[in-house]
């Protein structure tokens, strides 16, 4: 009787994980074009793409400097800056200047309506993934020596991290929770490495291959992950104080290619960057076109849709769906509140900025005679948009904006 139990659980398991899996899409976005370096998202939506280069080593053949490409809204595709010599990795600070990794000079550069600046390349050695903590400090992924350099806004760059070859391999993506933690992925082991805001290092997970980027979504909190040399995309869920040692599947077959469709049937190649869109549900990937490990261009950018649907249940608490939230615009309180009772059971709120910073947080909501009220005290942010989500431990059951005056 225990064996058909836990056979039926196991079979009941993998139909669920299909039927989410059948939610996830994967679509192609572009034409092959020259964008084979890191991924970020300006607070409008528009795409930026750094262009490592032709090759994994080496120049370009052809001589001419890479940029660094935008895509926005309308899927138009131009240059955005040139003059690089290997655009690797790339991130916004908290004013929406972009700052740009140039692997090939071996510095780091701010680019400004197009115009790039040089900011610095003190300990900088073999750049790629850089990511801002709250405080407008920068941390920048050397590939050339196996260390996390941090630059502050003033721009004194000291070591911040090192380690031996099972923690730093040619550190290739980076990124940052809401708590200023940063996460790691190397280009050549397929460790995931977390660092507190005091240095400290740890391995809390691995995709099974050597990675690209990552990027995390504070509203699932989630890692997700290209995995370069696996062809896939994967994410690691930080709900958990110790996650488990292997990442989740998002999507891809693992075969070579480019194939559109669902999580199961969805090919990639050598996808390298990756950039989570603000409400955390789609993600935006570069993957070549090329099936020669070392040619990286031409590039697509593909976008996987329905990402939650895949890595999080998402369901109604009893019943969430009849939540009323109101003044919006608002000025100072924002009320939330529900005609029917509902169970509180674990019940939280984050409210985040579009930059994706948990600014408000609310946890162990109570009910009042089985009814929700949920009040939101905007009094002290910036007047701009905003969005909140409330979730019963792992489990989104409400999402949705708001717009601060």
Same mark, same amino acid.
């Given at each position: 009787m225990m064996k058909c139990l836990k056979l039926i659980l196991i079979l009941l398991f993998i139909s669920m994980n299909s039927n989410a899996q059948e939610d996830i899409t994967v679509n192609t976005l572009t034409s092959p074009f020259t964008g084979s370096g890191g991924l970020s998202l300006d607070n409008e939506g528009n795409l930026y793409i750094g262009d490592f280069g032709d090759f994994l080593s080496g120049g370009d053949v052809d001589g001419q400097p890479n940029s660094v490409w935008k895509l926005d809204t309308e899927l138009n595709l131009t240059v955005y800056s040139q003059g690089f010599i290997g655009a690797s990795g790339n991130a916004f600070d908290s004013n929406g200047v972009l700052y740009q990794s140039d692997i090939g000079a071996g510095a780091i550069y701010k680019v400004i309506n197009g115009i790039r600046t040089f900011v610095t390349n003190t300990g900088i050695s073999g750049p790629v993934g850089i990511i801002f903590d709250s405080n407008d400090n920068f941390y920048v992924c050397n590939c050339g020596n196996n260390t996390i350099r941090k630059v502050?806004? @003033? &721009? !004194?760059?000291?070591?911040?991290?090192?380690?031996?070859?099972?923690?730093?391999?040619?550190?290739?993506?980076?990124t940052i929770d809401e708590n200023d933690n940063l996460y790691v992925v190397n280009f050549s082991n397929p460790n995931i490495i977390k660092i507190t805001p005091n240095g400290a290092t740890s391995i809390i997970g691995s995709t099974g291959a050597g990675n690209g980027h990552l990027?995390?979504?504070?509203?699932?909190?989630?890692?997700?992950?290209?995995?370069?040399?696996?062809?896939?995309?994967?994410?690691?869920?930080?709900?958990?104080?110790?996650?488990?040692?292997?990442?989740?599947?998002?999507?891809? @077959? &693992? !075969?070579?290619?480019?194939?559109?469709?669902?999580a199961t049937t969805s090919r990639f190649m050598y996808p390298n960057g990756v950039a989570v869109t603000q409400t955390g549900d789609s993600i935006y990937i570069n993957s070549s076109t090329n099936p020669n490990i070392s040619t990286l261009n031409p590039q697509l950018i593909r976008l996987i849709k329905g990402v939650q649907s895949g890595s999080l249940s998402v369901e109604s608490v009893n019943p969430l769906s009849n939540l009323n939230g109101y003044p919006n615009p608002v000025t100072d309180k924002f009320l939330i509140e529900s005609d029917l009772a509902v169970s509180s059971e674990n019940l939280n709120l984050k409210l985040f900025d579009l930059n994706g910073k948990v600014v408000k947080e609310i946890k162990n909501i109570k009910t009042n005679d089985g009814k929700l009220k949920i009040v939101i005290d905007l009094a002290s942010l910036a007047a701009g948009n905003y969005l909140?989500?409330?979730?019963?431990?792992?489990?989104?059951?409400?999402?949705?904006k708001l717009i601060k005056k």
């Amino acid at each position: 009787m225990m064996k058909c139990l836990k056979l039926i659980l196991i079979l009941l398991f993998i139909s669920m994980n299909s039927n989410a899996q059948e939610d996830i899409t994967v679509n192609t976005l572009t034409s092959p074009f020259t964008g084979s370096g890191g991924l970020s998202l300006d607070n409008e939506g528009n795409l930026y793409i750094g262009d490592f280069g032709d090759f994994l080593s080496g120049g370009d053949v052809d001589g001419q400097p890479n940029s660094v490409w935008k895509l926005d809204t309308e899927l138009n595709l131009t240059v955005y800056s040139q003059g690089f010599i290997g655009a690797s990795g790339n991130a916004f600070d908290s004013n929406g200047v972009l700052y740009q990794s140039d692997i090939g000079a071996g510095a780091i550069y701010k680019v400004i309506n197009g115009i790039r600046t040089f900011v610095t390349n003190t300990g900088i050695s073999g750049p790629v993934g850089i990511i801002f903590d709250s405080n407008d400090n920068f941390y920048v992924c050397n590939c050339g020596n196996n260390t996390i350099r941090k630059v502050t806004p @003033s &721009g !004194v760059s000291t070591l911040f991290a090192s380690g031996n070859a099972s923690i730093f391999n040619c550190p290739n993506g980076i990124t940052i929770d809401e708590n200023d933690n940063l996460y790691v992925v190397n280009f050549s082991n397929p460790n995931i490495i977390k660092i507190t805001p005091n240095g400290a290092t740890s391995i809390i997970g691995s995709t099974g291959a050597g990675n690209g980027h990552l990027d995390y979504d504070p509203v699932s909190n989630r890692l997700y992950i290209a995995s370069f040399a696996g062809h896939r995309i994967f994410s690691l869920s930080l709900e958990d104080e110790f996650p488990q040692p292997t990442a989740e599947l998002l999507a891809g @077959s &693992g !075969v070579l290619g480019n194939t559109d469709g669902d999580a199961t049937t969805s090919r990639f190649m050598y996808p390298n960057g990756v950039a989570v869109t603000q409400t955390g549900d789609s993600i935006y990937i570069n993957s070549s076109t090329n099936p020669n490990i070392s040619t990286l261009n031409p590039q697509l950018i593909r976008l996987i849709k329905g990402v939650q649907s895949g890595s999080l249940s998402v369901e109604s608490v009893n019943p969430l769906s009849n939540l009323n939230g109101y003044p919006n615009p608002v000025t100072d309180k924002f009320l939330i509140e529900s005609d029917l009772a509902v169970s509180s059971e674990n019940l939280n709120l984050k409210l985040f900025d579009l930059n994706g910073k948990v600014v408000k947080e609310i946890k162990n909501i109570k009910t009042n005679d089985g009814k929700l009220k949920i009040v939101i005290d905007l009094a002290s942010l910036a007047a701009g948009n905003y969005l909140y989500t409330i979730y019963n431990n792992s489990n989104i059951v409400n999402q949705g904006k708001l717009i601060k005056k």
